[in-house]
C-alpha cells in the first residue's frame, strides 16, 4: 500500500485571503493526499516546525500581500536550519511574474499563477513527490 | 377582460409560438446549453413575458412602489441620478503617507468624489510599522498609519472637507480609526460637521472572508459597535460602518448567500447595539451595505433591488422601524470580478460592464477596481481608468438620466425576487444555527465559502465559465510584467518617521491617555472618546491595540482543514 502524499499548505504573514489555499488544499485532498492546512497569520517559523512534525512531503505558501520574497526567504533559512531542507517548497498567489525567476533561485521549486487550473497543480506535486 | 383571462390568452398565445416557431428552430439551431443558469444556481428561462410576474407574487405597489417609498426597490430617494451622480471613490493606498500623498492629489486632480484609504497590512491589525510581524509587509497592500502624524502627511494640501467622504478599510479598530479622522479634521481646523467620514469596520466578516481580526469574536463585535454608537449621538451624517457581502462573495459564497450572511453579521451588530439602549431609528440610518455579484450581469442589476427590498422589509416587520432612512439603505459597489491576468487591459470591459450593472441597480458608493489589480497594488494610470471610466457612465450616453430603467422588465422583476428569495432562504438558515457568531464559530460560514469556491475553480478550469482570452480565445501565454512596486526603503523610511514620533511627543500623555483607553475598555462605556485623547497624544496604533488585546485578548484563528473531506 503506498503511503499517501501529505502536504501542507500555509499562509504567512498577515495576509488574510485564503479562498485559494483551501480549494488548492480540499483539491489536493480530493485527489487522494492528506492536507494538512494551517490557516491564517502563520510565522516562517511556525510553519517550517509544523511541517516536520507533520512529516510532510510537500509545504505549499500561499501569499498576496507582495512580501513574498521577504517570507518565503525565511522559511527556506529556516528549513535549512532545522535540517528539513529536503522538503520541496512551492508558491501560489499574486506572485509578480518577474520575481519567479527569484523565488526559484532562493530555492521554490514552482510557482503558480492565478488562473493556474486545479490539475496542473495536483500533477505537479503527485510528479515532484515521486 | 380579467387578468388572469388575459394571462390565460398569453399563455395560449405563447403556446402557439413554441409550437410553431420555437420547436422547428431548436431542431436547426439548438442552444448552446441544455439549462442556463445563473452562479448563484437560478435558472435562466428563454424569455420572459407577464407570466413570469404572478409565480413572483408581482404587485407594482407592494413590489417596486415609488422610489424613495418603501420597500426602496427602485431607488433610495425619487430622483436619484437626476440629482447628483453616485459617489466616485478610489480606493487606494500604498507606501508611506509622504508617497501616497501623491497619489492622493492625483485622485483628487482627477475628479474622485471620495477617497478610500487602503492601509497596509500592519495597520490593518494594528501592529506599528517596526513590529516584527510588520517586516515586509509596510507599506505593501496599503500605506503604513502608525500616528496621527502620518494622516496629517498622508492629507497635506487635502482638506477632508473638499471630499464628499473619506473613508479608510480598517475593520478591526474602528474607534481609532475614527479618532484618526477626528484628530484629522482638528488639524486642518475642521469640526465633525464640515466634512463625512466612511468606515468600513465590519469585524465579523474578517473571520471568514478577509482575516483582518484583532480580537476575538464578542469582543470585536463590542469595539466595532462603540463607532457606531458614537456617530448616532455625535456624528450622525457620518458611516461608522458598512457591513460586507462583497468579500464574502469573493470568498466563494455566491452573491445571494454573501447578502444574507453580510445581514446576519449586520444584524449582529443591530441587535448589541440595541441591547446597549440605542432605538432602531437612531442606528439603522448609519449603516451601508457592500453588495456585488462577480459572475453575472443581470443578477448585479437585481442583487441591489433586492438587497434594498429585504433590508426595508427586515426593518419594519422585524424591528418596527420608522423612520424612511432606517429603512432605505445605501448600497456601496466594488466592478470586479473575473479580471484575467493574461490580457489585462480586457479587464476594462470587465469593469466597465459590473460598473454598470451597479449604477442601473442604483447603487450609491462606487469604486471601480483597476484593470491591472491583478498584478499588484494599481498603477497610476490604471487608477484613472478606473475613475474616468465611472465619470463616462455618469456623464455620457444618458445613463444616469432615468430612475431604475430596467424596473418593470419581466425578466428583471421575476430575477430580483427570485434572488430576494434566495436570500431570505440562505438567511434563515444563519439564524437556525444561532446568527452570525455561532456561524463563525461552529465553521458553517467558512465550509459554504469553500464549497463554493470549489465549484467557480470547476466552472473556471473546465471552461464551463468561459475566460476570453484565457480559457476560451488563448492567443498567447505572455503573463504580463512590470507590476507596480513599492519602493523597498518605505520600510525604513517610516519606521524613522515613527521613532521622530515617538520621541517629540509629550509621553506622560500618551502614558495617562492609553490608561484611560483601558479602564474604558474595562468598564464597558465607549472606546472613541478614549481613543481619540490616545490619538491627539500621537499614540501609536500598535499601543493602542496593544491595551486592547491586554484587555480583551488576541482571537486564535482556526485551521478550518486538516483531514480529507472534513471541515472543522
Known amino acids: ?130 | 377582460m380579467g387578468d388572469n383571462e388575459q394571462l390565460g390568452n398569453l399563455q395560449n398565445a405563447k403556446t402557439t409560438w413554441e409550437k410553431d416557431c420555437l420547436e422547428p428552430w431548436l431542431k436547426r439551431v439548438p442552444e448552446r446549453r441544455r439549462e442556463f443558469q445563473t452562479d448563484i444556481g437560478l435558472p435562466l428561462k428563454r424569455v420572459y413575458t407577464p407570466i413570469d410576474l404572478p409565480e413572483v407574487d408581482f404587485d407594482y405597489q407592494k413590489s417596486l412602489g415609488f422610489p424613495g417609498q418603501y420597500p426602496f426597490t427602485r431607488g433610495i430617494n425619487p430622483t436619484m441620478y437626476r440629482s447628483e451622480p453616485w459617489i466616485v471613490r478610489a480606493y487606494s493606498g500604498f507606501g508611506d503617507p509622504k508617497l501616497c500623498n501623491e497619489r492622493y492629489k492625483r485622485l483628487m486632480d482627477l475628479g474622485v468624489d471620495e477617497i478610500t484609504m487602503a492601509v497596509d497590512l500592519p495597520t490593518q491589525v494594528g501592529y506599528d510599522s517596526d513590529h516584527i510581524m510588520a517586516k515586509g509587509e509596510v507599506g505593501k497592500v496599503g500605506v503604513a498609519i502608525d500616528t496621527l502624524r502620518d494622516m496629517e502627511i498622508l492629507f497635506e494640501d487635502i482638506p477632508l472637507s473638499s471630499l464628499k467622504r473619506v473613508a479608510m478599510l480598517g475593520n478591526s479598530f474602528g474607534p481609532i480609526a475614527l479618532a484618526l479622522f477626528i484628530a484629522l479634521g482638528e488639524k486642518q481646523g475642521l469640526r465633525p460637521s464640515e466634512f463625512v467620514v466612511d468606515l468600513q469596520n465590519d469585524v465579523l466578516k474578517e473571520y471568514i472572508a478577509r482575516g483582518t481580526y484583532i480580537f476575538p469574536i464578542r469582543p470585536a463585535v463590542r469595539v466595532a459597535t462603540d463607532v457606531v454608537g458614537y456617530c448616532a449621538r455625535n456624528a450622525p451624517h457620518w458611516y461608522p460602518m458598512t457591513f460586507c457581502a462583497n468579500h464574502i462573495n469573493t470568498a466563494g459564497a455566491g452573491s445571494s448567500k454573501a447578502v444574507a450572511f453580510a445581514l446576519a453579521n449586520g444584524l449582529c451588530y443591530i441587535e448589541h447595539l440595541m441591547e446597549k439602549g440605542y432605538k432602531i431609528d437612531e442606528i439603522a440610518p448609519l449603516f451601508t451595505v457592500f453588495c456585488d455579484d462577480r459572475a453575472d450581469f443581470f443578477v448585479a442589476i437585481c442583487n441591489s433591488r433586492a438587497t434594498r427590498r429585504v433590508w426595508a422589509r427586515i426593518m419594519r416587520e422585524r424591528f418596527k422601524a420608522q423612520d424612511p432612512a432606517s429603512l432605505g439603505i445605501k448600497i456601496c459597489a466594488y466592478s470586479h470580478g473575473g479580471e484575467t491576468l493574461l490580457e489585462p487591459t480586457n479587464n476594462i470591459a470587465r469593469i466597465t460592464l459590473a460598473a454598470l450593472a451597479y449604477i442601473l441597480g442604483g447603487v450609491q458608493f462606487l469604486s471601480n477596481a483597476s484593470y491591472d489589480e491583478v498584478l499588484g497594488t494599481p498603477t497610476v494610470d490604471a487608477a484613472k481608468t478606473s475613475v474616468r471610466i465611472q465619470q463616462i457612465l455618469a456623464h455620457e450616453l444618458g445613463i444616469a438620466d432615468i430612475v431604475d430603467p430596467l424596473g418593470g422588465s419581466y425578466f428583471i422583476e421575476n430575477l430580483t425576487t427570485q434572488i430576494e428569495n434566495q436570500i431570505l432562504r440562505e438567511l434563515q438558515k444563519v439564524e437556525e444555527h444561532g446568527g452570525a457568531v455561532a456561524a463563525i464559530e461552529n465553521g458553517y460560514y467558512v465550509s459554504q465559502l469553500t464549497d463554493g469556491a470549489m465549484r467557480r475553480k470547476r466552472e473556471f478550469d473546465t471552461g464551463e465559465r468561459p475566460s476570453v482570452g484565457v480559457t476560451k480565445f488563448r492567443s498567447e501565454s505572455k503573463i504580463p510584467t512590470g507590476a507596480f512596486r513599492i519602493e523597498p526603503t518605505v520600510e525604513a523610511r517610516q519606521v524613522e518617521r515613527l521613532n521622530k514620533v515617538r520621541k517629540e511627543r509629550n509621553t506622560n500623555a500618551v502614558k495617562d491617555a492609553l490608561e484611560y483607553l483601558r479602564e474604558v475598555a474595562k468598564s464597558g462605556q465607549n472606546l472613541v472618546p478614549p481613543a481619540l485623547e490616545a490619538v491627539r497624544a500621537y499614540s501609536t496604533i500598535g499601543e493602542m491595540c496593544d491595551v486592547l488585546r491586554d484587555e480583551f485578548g488576541e482571537y486564535q484563528g482556526k485551521e478550518y482543514f486538516s483531514k480529507k473531506g472534513s471541515e472543522k
Open chain 1, 1 to 130: 500500500m503506498t503511503r499517501k502524499i501529505r502536504v501542507l499548505i500555509a499562509k504567512v504573514g498577515l495576509d488574510g485571503h485564503d479562498v485559494g489555499a483551501r480549494v488548492v488544499a480540499r483539491s489536493l485532498s480530493d485527489a487522494g493526499m492528506e492536507v494538512i492546512y494551517t490557516g491564517l497569520r502563520q510565522r516562517p517559523e511556525q510553519i517550517v516546525l509544523a511541517a516536520i512534525q507533520e512529516s510532510v512531503d510537500l509545504i505549499g505558501i500561499s501569499i498576496l500581500s507582495g512580501s513574498h520574497m521577504t517570507l518565503i526567504e525565511e522559511i527556506i533559512c529556516c528549513l535549512q536550519k532545522h535540517e528539513a531542507g529536503d522538503i520541496p517548497v512551492i508558491a501560489g498567489g499574486i506572485i509578480p511574474y518577474e520575481d519567479i525567476k527569484m523565488l526559484k533561485e532562493i530555492g521554490v521549486v514552482e510557482v503558480f499563477l492565478p488562473e493556474t487550473p486545479i490539475q496542473e497543480i495536483i500533477e505537479y506535486v503527485q510528479n515532484i513527490i515521486e
